[in-house]
């Protein structure tokens, strides 16, 4: 969890950087276990995790929101 923390905090430091009067952000981070039955007895079981990171920008009069699902460095550098 730290690690998603830290990248939402260089997240919103690089927005400062760039410009923006103020920003926030938001990261979460979901497990989600599915299991099916028939007839009383387990058929199916599925397992998925997810993690999306979300930014809210304000420059001046003008707000920009985006989002992504790739936590990889140069698609957070680019976001």
């Not at 028939?38 to 990171?53: A, D, F, I, Y």
């Amino acid at each position: 969890m730290s690690h998603h923390f830290d990248t939402l905090c260089r997240l919103l430091e690089q927005a400062r950087r760039l410009g923006a009067d103020m920003a926030d952000g938001i990261s979460i981070e979901s497990t989600e276990c599915l299991m099916s039955q028939r007839l009383g007895k387990p058929e199916e079981t599925e397992r998925s995790e997810s993690s999306v990171v979300g930014l809210r920008v304000f420059c001046g009069n003008r707000q920009a929101i985006v989002s992504s699902t790739d936590m990889s460095t140069a698609s957070l550098d680019t976001l």
